[in-house]
């Protein structure tokens, strides 16, 4: 089972900046690749950014290009979201993700929710106007 935990989310001004983390615990699983997800009150869950574990590859929605980074370290199964220049309509719950398939063939392939085994509970990230 990988149990994944989100952390860092918290209420910030529009224009400043937050890092969220995500810690995978792994027992019996490899974990090819991580992604954000984030959800608005109201709206669907939306693809954020994504990260191949294998090359480091980076993939990121065209909303946040530019203003979000998203960086990890694969030994540890730990992936972080910087989030520069944040705007109101940034404010959602973010959930961390993991695949534990190698089946991310494609830049597309990170932004579906269903190639994606495993989610945290969430942290939610608040910008104030």
């Known amino acids: 089972q990988v149990q994944l935990v989100e952390s860092g989310g918290e209420l910030v001004q529009a224009g400043g900046s937050l890092r969220l983390s995500c810690a995978a615990s792994?027992?019996?699983?490899?974990?090819?690749?991580m992604g954000w997800f984030r959800q608005a009150p109201g709206k669907e869950r939306e693809f954020v950014a994504g990260?191949?574990?294998?090359?480091?590859?980076?993939y990121y929605a065209d909303s946040v290009k530019g203003r979000f980074t998203i960086s990890g370290d694969s030994a540890k199964n730990t992936v972080f979201l910087q989030m520069n220049n944040q705007a109101p309509e940034d404010t959602a719950v973010y959930y961390c993700?993991?695949?534990?398939?190698?089946?991310?063939?494609?830049?597309?392939?990170?932004?579906?929710?269903?190639?994606?085994?495993?989610w945290g509970r969430g942290t939610q990230v608040t910008v104030s106007s």
């Open positions: 990260i191949r574990w294998t090359n480091g590859s980076t």
């Open positions: 792994v027992r019996t699983f490899r974990i090819y690749a």
């Open positions: 993700a993991a695949a534990s398939v190698n089946r991310l063939n494609y830049g597309t392939d990170y932004a579906r929710s269903f190639m994606y085994d495993f």
